[in-house]
């Protein structure tokens, strides 16, 4: 029995053997295995790119699948085969998503040479069925959307690659409806066949990874509407963040100039199906479409109230045969007498999908033309020293970077960042990328240099806290109120990013919220102290909001994690805890008048100063103000119990007589004192626009800023001929000294 079980296992073995023995195409004999079992078959398979005859071979190579790793008759190739070269442009390597550096090329602002696009790396194969091949129209791209409601891209158009930056489509599939139906375009993908699978493969070659390219911008002609009933205009250009890599499954298609229709029989349209809302296929599909008269064409849209113009060409008619097998934004492709692909339309719209008689409706290309071209060009730019470079995102040019980063940003610098400046994506800047001048070393000015980040102060409850003499001080007069700003002529009531860089919002931990609230405003007068109002740190506060708990340093947006403006991005804020705060003793809540309503916050660590935190001066005894005189207040709009702007807002206020102010005030009750001083009283302008506890503020003759008061309390808001009441800082300046020496012991 024994011996009839191995004669059996043997025989078995045996057949095995003889079912796995094959003949390779050039008649050798060899095994049925695994592609990358044989050596010689993956040396071909991997060269780029690959040759119709290698194809060919490979197939003929083909014994079978295991799972979906197709399987070959290993053996050697004929000779030569694998050394051969071809015309196809060669695959670069891969560069990385996000470039520290964005090179200048030339050709990137010019449409492909014919001799380099739309070549037919599919070599003369025959197309059957509606499945492209593998290789089949490497110009086309996948439109990816993100959005607000799905984690991930949404892939909802297609495009065509017309040189390495840029990719045409629809003008519909960059803005419109799209945005809120679909999401904002995010992402670009080259070298797709099959949405289901990672590594693309068809009849045992597999297809280089997919290339995802962030958008950078897009540009819809400016005479697209999305409410125009017969899409005039509806053609757009898509400028990749980083350079298309061109391979075998990645190449650019030509797009016509002049091509006279009447001699085109069939055109070619390809995707995945994809339709705005609709259905769509997970492998790349083509369809071929005859050309529609366009006459016939206008007259039936017509009847549907859409006027097609001349920019507009017309396929197909067949029923159940139509762009709905192809992409919105995709090409209407030809097939030149040279062998060259050349996209003569661009998929826009139709009537139903696939309706008998009824062709779809493409945006020409050659009319567009000059436009596409114009477009590219656009994004060459001259930088401010005359050379000619290419307008990308600031981030991606690290000359303007460093420049940017200097702190404090020197004015030349700043002038030099704003003449460079030529455009936006979004809220980031976009830069003519080229060097900078050589800027003559900076001459000493009023501008605090940056100093040293000082060491970390201890936390709160440490039991040694590091002494600074500065620190019981107010700062001295040639650090203190100065202008970051520089000469800007303001407008409106928004501030500039480093405007008023002295600036604190107040945080407060409620009871009843693990949240912290901002609600009041402050000063900071030195590295160590906040001046504010004492009904911000004490009394129906307390119960109302929550107990003080932090300052916050370099405010500007509060919905926003990094401020940026005008091209310019402020460093992060600082928060910094709250060690004591020191309300005016004569302060009592229940005065109706609000006497001594000032205060000292202490910082459990020191601020450090940069270009948006700075320490303000504060007025002495010596000042002089005429009723009338302009003086400023600034901050988020907090009021205690009232809403807020989240970004930093600025009021110019007159000076209001005392006298008047005194008497308007003694008809509520409330008898001021000579340590208070009213402002405003012009209808919907008043404190309100800024914070309870932030400053009253003006502007020395020598250009430097001093706090003359804190904002303290009024009469409602910006009621006509009723000022805001301010405390005085220089009544209090003796005290404000005092108790700061007293504790910083």
């Known amino acids: 029995m024994k011996h009839i079980l191995l004669l059996l296992g043997l025989s078995l073995l045996w057949n095995r053997i003889l079912s796995d023995s094959c003949k390779t195409p050039v008649g050798q004999t060899s095994h049925c295995v695994s592609l990358y079992e044989c050596p010689q078959l993956v040396t071909a398979f991997e060269q780029k790119p690959l040759k119709s005859e290698v194809v ?81 129209f490497p110009c086309m791209a996948l439109l990816g959307y993100k959005s607000a409601t799905k984690s991930k891209l949404v892939y909802d158009c297609g495009g065509a690659l017309i040189n390495r930056r840029y990719v045409l489509t629809a003008a519909h599939c960059v803005v419109g409806k799209i945005e809120t139906e679909v999401g904002k375009l995010n992402t670009v993908r080259l070298g797709e066949y099959d949405l289901q699978a990672d590594i693309d493969c068809s009849d045992g070659v597999c297809a280089d990874p997919v290339q995802d ?54 055109f070619y349209v390809v995707g995945w199906g994809a339709t705005v809302g609709g259905k769509s296929s997970p492998v790349k599909l083509k369809l071929p479409l005859p050309i529609f008269d366009k006459t016939l064409c206008v007259q039936k849209y017509r009847a549907l109230k859409a006027e097609l113009t001349t920019g507009q060409i017309c396929a197909g008619g067949n029923f159940s045969k139509d762009t709905c097998n192809g992409d919105s934004g995709g090409p209407l492709a030809r097939k030149t007498e040279s062998g060259i692909w050349e996209a003569v339309g661009v998929v826009s719209f139709g009537y139903g999908c696939g309706r008998d008689g009824w062709p779809g409706v493409y ?153 912290l609230t901002y ?24 119960t109302a909001v929550g107990k003080l708990s932090t300052v916050r340093l370099g405010e500007y947006d509060l919905q926003t994690d990094i401020d940026c403006s005008d091209g310019l991005c402020a460093d992060p804020v600082q928060e910094i805890s709250v060690q004591s705060a020191y309300p005016n003793p ?107 506890g932030g400053p009253l503020m003006r502007k020395s003759p020598s250009g430097i800023w001093q706090s003359i008061a804190i904002v303290s309390f009024g009469n409602g808001c910006g009621r006509d001929g009723w000022p805001g009441v301010y405390t005085s800082v220089p009544s209090y300046l003796d005290w404000i000294q005092q108790t700061m020496r007293s504790s910083n012991v």
């Open 56 to 136: 060919t071979f490979l197939k003929q190579s083909q014994c079978g699948f295991e799972d979906d790793v197709p399987m070959v008759c290993c053996g050697g190739l004929p000779d030569g085969m694998v050394q051969a070269t071809s015309n196809t442009p060669k695959p670069v390597q891969q560069s990385k998503l996000r470039m520290n550096a964005d090179p200048v090329f030339k050709e990137d602002s010019y449409l492909t040479a014919p001799e380099q696009c739309a070549v037919d790396t599919n070599g003369d194969r025959i197309y059957g069925g509606q499945i492209a091949e593998i290789d089949e």
């Open 213 to 266: 390219i962030s958008v950078q911008s897009v540009y819809p002609h400016p005479g697209f509407s999305d409410q125009n009933i017969n899409r005039k205009d509806d053609i757009a250009v898509i400028r990749l963040a980083q350079r298309a890599t061109y391979s075998h499954y990645v190449q650019p298609i030509c797009l016509a100039q002049n091509s006279p229709l009447d001699t085109i029989s069939y």
């Open 519 to 542: 609600q009041c405003g402050g000063v900071l007068i030195n590295r160590r102290y906040v001046l504010t109002a004492a009904h911000c740190v004490v009394g129906s506060i307390e």
């Open 586 to 692: 004569g302060f009592s809540d229940q005065n109706i008048n609000r006497k001594d309503d000032i205060a000292l916050v202490r910082l459990s660590k020191r601020a450090t100063y940069s270009y948006y935190v700075q320490p303000i001066c504060l007025a002495d005894n010596s000042l002089r103000l005429d009723v009338g005189t302009d003086v400023y207040v600034a901050g988020w709009g907090n009021t205690l119990g009232g809403k807020s702007s989240p970004v930093k807002l600025k009021l110019a206020l007159p000076l209001f007589s005392k006298s008047r102010c005194v008497q308007k005030y003694r008809s509520l009750q409330a008898e001021l004192t000579s340590g208070q001083l009213c402002a405003g009283g012009v209808f919907a302008e008043d404190a309100c626009r800024g914070d309870s």
């Open 363 to 515: 945006t020409s290309v050659p009319n567009y033309f000059d436009w596409i071209q114009d477009t590219i060009l656009s994004d060459n730019c001259k930088t401010p020293l005359g050379r000619t470079s290419q307008c990308i995102s600031l981030y991606d040019c690290p000359q303007l970077v460093s420049a940017f980063e200097q702190r404090p940003l020197r004015n030349d610098v700043v002038s030099f960042l704003r003449q460079s400046q030529c455009g936006f994506e979004g809220y980031v800047p976009r830069v003519c990328c080229g060097p900078l001048p050589d800027l003559a070393p900076q001459r000493p000015t009023s501008t605090v240099r940056p100093t040293q980040r000082p060491r970390p102060d201890t936390n709160i409850n440490s039991n040694v806290d590091p002494v600074f003499p500065e620190d019981s001080n107010l700062a001295p007069r040639d650090q203190c109120g100065i202008d970051t700003n520089g000469d800007r002529i303001y407008g409106g009531q928004f501030t500039e990013l480093d405007e008023f860089p002295w600036m604190a919002l107040l945080g407060y931990k409620p009871n009843t919220s693990p949240r």
